[in-house]
């Protein structure tokens, strides 16, 4: 025997008698994987496994993908529609016509008691694509309420703004193959090992064949920093200082690219004079970046033959998130790293379809990055849908965080919300709660009744969810794949779909609007609507994009007809020269003068917290908190807090601490680790009532998005240990 060890035991697979492989695209993260779930003879979905001819992950899936069959008949799945007259009585089930004739005409009373804004109606980023374009439709051509929002907001919404300020349309330009030929690769505010696993070892892949240098910007040690060439631990909210002394850097140095420059943009000049007072000294005492490091990055960015960008929400999510979008493009421009291979900047999006409600929601605009302020717009729409023109708003309503606002001030009276649980992710949760209590009526539309937003729901409708549903998504580099019913939602669950479709026969009497009723259909009545657009699918069906696991867009009908292979020219945005969505083709280079204006640590509140994920859960654990296998690693909330702080508060590892910020307090468990300095802490928010009581969530001013990275607390070591254990247990919720 090898190694002369003897008879060793054979690892056994449980035998799950799978009989059938279906098709579906990960329903968790932005990254896209292709999964196949196993299904034995009774139908019942009892495995999964990566699809092995899938480009984005090639055969591998993440621990969340692994385990996401589960999820079909996890506990506090919703089987009935349920009613009642208010939000602190029992509910009673109901019957589907009776919970969706209550939510039209509750819509249409408080349209005609407060006007048509008075309804909001919140969305996600985690439907399928063609139940956003439909929920699209009914809002903005039927139900008239301009406050139309989605949980994009809270995640990509700094992106959008950043794209559309830079290059004059939404859409990042790269794509995953980019990393195989980068030289130089900066993560602002990302990690990804935990956030996008599968990305990551996209990667790290091409990085071990290639050694390209990365660096990375995260005031924590996160997994991606340990695995970095150089680790940039930044003064939290700075980052704009930081681009703008590295180009500062690059400017002095000549190391931009003028050729580039020239024939792609416009704003040279202001730019350039802008970044002149951010000299590395001066830009160091800000960021907290010394400036030899500056400098090196600085010119191992610009002298890389190609460079790439990838953030996420350690960028969005801040008073300059969109700013700091702004500078990452602006970074890209001035060195020429767009549209080529390994030169981009790629927003790595978050939730599974993010992009898909970006393309096709309408809920910051029309279809396929169609804008309310344009009237021809407006036009193409109202005609194609069979509606009048006039109906459509001029410009658009209010931004989810803005909505809340509204709320609490008793402006808007009704709500509906849709695959998002404002409860447990809007920042401040006692001001949430106090505008949730304003309401008259409230429907909430969830695979799950136990969320923390169904308390102040009068209608509560059970959805499907993932594979119990047909459609398409988009992922993180624009590839729009399939997923397919791989069993049917339980109980009396209902598709999103189905149930929207009925909701706009209610809207619809006299049928002027059609409303097809497979998600295929729908699909094909996109496609007629993205022709000649940037998002142009009119090449793909579904039927293509499974044979070919994903194809990416653009995909014209004439490449098709062509015979091109998907995914031609479909990998990069703004290959050619001259080739911007501004109506000179040309992206701005834009000024980005920096104020601080977060909350900081002070005397009373002396240690940032900061929050975000974990690779085992998902968001509030609607999902993950139930499946063992998932919610094993982490089922109570805990901090990562320094050893020297834990030492000076006297906490010992396992201890219970108290958070308090001027909004509120949580109980948590110290966790001591290196991972953090000594005067922050890191909360995921994935618990039930904890770090979003915490949290101030200041707005940026283009995008609207929570600085949900950046408040102030203090720490409290709990007398009474006992009780916090107990007062922690509570919180798992699950
Ligand atoms: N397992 C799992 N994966 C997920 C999700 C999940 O819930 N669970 N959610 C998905 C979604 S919707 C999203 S949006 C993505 C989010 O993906 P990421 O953004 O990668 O995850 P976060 O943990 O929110 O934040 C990333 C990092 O930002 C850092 N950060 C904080 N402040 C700053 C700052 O001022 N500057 C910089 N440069 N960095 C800062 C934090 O320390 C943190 O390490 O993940 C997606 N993937
Ligand atoms: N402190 C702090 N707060 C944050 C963040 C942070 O980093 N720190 N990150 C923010 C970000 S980036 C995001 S994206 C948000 C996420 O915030 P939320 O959108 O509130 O998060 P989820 O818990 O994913 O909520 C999705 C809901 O939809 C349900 N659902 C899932 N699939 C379906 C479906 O197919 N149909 C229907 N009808 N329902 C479905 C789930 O059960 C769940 O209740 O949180 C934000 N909040
Ligand atoms: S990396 Fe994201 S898409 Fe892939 S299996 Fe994990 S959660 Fe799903
Ligand atoms: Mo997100």
Known sequence: MLFGRGKKNPIKLVDKHVVDWKYATCGYCSTGCAIEVGVDADGKPVTSRGVADADVNRGKLCLKGIFEHELFDSAGRGLKPKMRAHWHEPWQDAGWDAALDKLHDEIRRVQAKYGPDSVAIISTGQMLTEEFYTLGKLTRGLIGSNNYDGNTTLCMSSAVSGYKRSFGSDGPPGCYEDFEHTDC???????LPEQHPIIYWRMKEAQEKRGFPLIVVDPRVTMLAQNANLHLPITPGTDVVLMNA??????????HDP???????????????????????????????????????????????????????GINQSTHGSDGVVGINNLALITGN?????????????????????????????????ALEVPEHREEIARFWNVDPEFFPKKR???????YQAMEAGQIKGLWLIATNPLSSLPNTARIRRAMEQLEFCCVQDCYEDTESAQYAHVYLPAGTWAEKDGVMTNTERRINRVKPVTAPPGEAKPD??????????????GKVSFPETAGEVFLEMRELSRGRLSDISGMDHAL??????????????QHARGEAPPA????????????????????LIPLPFIDNNEVPDEKFPVWLNTGRLIEHWHGRTKTGKIANNNKFSPIPFIEINPALAEELGVRRGDYVRLVSRRGDAVAMAQPTQRVPKNMVFLPFHFHDCANRLTLGLLDPHSRQPAFKQSAVRIERLADQPAAAKLSMEMRKF
């Open 185 to 191: 690769l900066i993560a602002w505010g990302s990690n």
């Open 246 to 255: 590295m180009m500062h850097v690059i400017f002095k140095e000549n190391l």
């Open 259 to 313: 050729r580039y420059i020239e024939a792609n943009t416009n704003g040279i000049e202001a730019l350039a004079a802008s970044v002149e007072k951010y000299d590395p000294v001066t830009a160091s005492k800000i960021c907290g970046i010394d400036e030899d490091t500056i400098r090196v990055v600085a010119r191992t960015f610009a002298k890389a033959g190609a460079a790439m960008q990838i953030w996420t929400m």
């Open 338 to 370: 767009i549209g080529k291979p390994g030169g981009t900047s790629l927003s790595i999006t978050g939730q599974c379809n993010a992009m898909g409600t970006r393309e096709w929601s309408s809920c910051s605009g029309l279809p396929n990055y169609r």
């Open 397 to 403: 309503g209010m931004f989810q965080t803005d909505i």
């Open 497 to 510: 779909l189905w149930i929207f479709n009925r909701v706009a026969e209610r809207f619809n009497r006299e």
């Open 545 to 558: 994009l499974e044979r070919n696991r994903g194809v990416q867009w653009p995909y014209t009908a004439e």
């Open 569 to 588: 020219g479909g990998k990069r945005l703004y290959t050619e020269d001259g080739k911007f969505s501004y109506a000179d083709g040309r992206a701005k």
